[in-house]
């Protein structure tokens, strides 16, 4: 398990919210946010799958964001569900949540590791923690949090 380097906390990040908490996707891999539409399903994937829809002219999978991270399913959406349609390398996922946030400039906050018991899982898309707005909100490692072969370059 690895914590985001110093030199991350210089990104810049995407926060939004998940059943209460915030979380952030670096900005760099955030293509764009889009209200939630009509989305496929696909007959026997994964539980956090919540199907495939189209974006220009694309086929993009659309993950269930409280459920890729072991959160309370919610079954209605709200008028703040957006998609944060997350771009790595070649592959486009998006990610349902709660509500979008604000742009999140670290500065000169450390991120630190993760709670225990989080770290124990290798595929953990959390690689972080930094404090925020008398709390902390959690950093996302794309690559892990869509699922991606480590060999798929940023």
């Known amino acids: 398990m690895t914590a985001p380097a110093a030199s991350s906390t210089a990104l810049h990040w995407l926060t939004f919210q998940l059943d209460g908490q915030a979380y952030a996707a670096p900005l ?14 696909v007959p026997g994937a994964a539980a956090d799958l919540l199907g495939v829809r189209h974006l220009r002219g ?4 659309v993950l269930d964001g409280r459920r890729r991270l072991g959160l309370n399913p919610r079954d209605a959406d709200g008028d703040s569900v957006r998609v944060v349609m997350l771009a790595h390398g ?4 998006g990610l349902r949540v709660d509500a979008v946030g ?5 500065g000169d906050a450390v991120a630190v590791p993760p709670p225990p018991g989080r770290a124990a899982r290798i595929e953990d898309p959390v690689t ?3 404090p925020w707005k008398g709390g902390f909100v959690a950093l996302l490692d794309v690559r892990r949090l869509c699922r991606l072969p480590e ?3 940023a």
Do not use: C, F, K, N
């Open 90 to 93: 070649a592959h486009w996922v």
């Open 102 to 106: 604000e742009l999140l400039l670290p």
């Open 28 to 41: 760099a891999q955030v293509s764009e946010v889009i209200r939630m539409g009509e989305v496929t399903p």
């Open 151 to 153: 060999s798929d370059a």
């Open 58 to 61: 694309r086929v993009v999978p």
């Open 128 to 130: 972080g923690v930094l």
